[in-house]
């Protein structure tokens, strides 16, 4: 069994800052890519950022320059560091993670549950 556990969502006001956590736990032998995403109702999800198991980060053109992606690998652990929010940014966060597990033979992708962030004055 593997899980994804985010932190770090809540409420902020334009121009703040947040900082997302993903941790990823269970039977894993390793983790390719990872990364997060985002959902607002009626639209489909979309790529925010995402970083290979080597440290390549990819980011949309809309979170430049303001977001930053990062992970820990001895803790199995994706960060998303938002800064200078905007309230386009309000949206339900999830983080994902390209992994293999023990018993299986290939990689697959997991979820997470979801994080709301809120950015409003």
């Known amino acids: 069994q593997v899980q994804l556990v985010e932190s770090g969502g809540g409420l902020v006001q334009p121009g703040g800052s947040l900082r997302l956590s993903c941790a990823a736990s269970?039977?894993?032998?390793?983790?390719?890519?990872m990364g997060w995403y985002r959902q607002v109702p009626g639209k489909q999800r979309e790529l925010v950022a995402k970083?290979?198991?080597?440290?390549?980060?990819d980011y949309a053109d809309s979170v430049k320059g303001r977001f930053i992606i990062s992970r820990d690998n001895a803790k199995n652990t994706v960060y998303l560091q938002m800064n200078s929010l905007i309230p386009e940014d309000t949206a339900v966060y999830y983080c994902?993670?390209?992994?293999?597990?023990?018993?299986?033979?290939?990689?697959?992708?997991?979820w997470g549950q979801g994080t709301q962030v809120t950015v409003s004055s």
């Open positions: 994902n993670a390209d992994l293999t597990t023990s018993g299986s033979t290939g990689s697959y992708r997991y």
């Open positions: 970083i290979t198991s080597g440290g390549r980060r």
């Open positions: 269970g039977s894993i032998v390793s983790i390719n890519a």
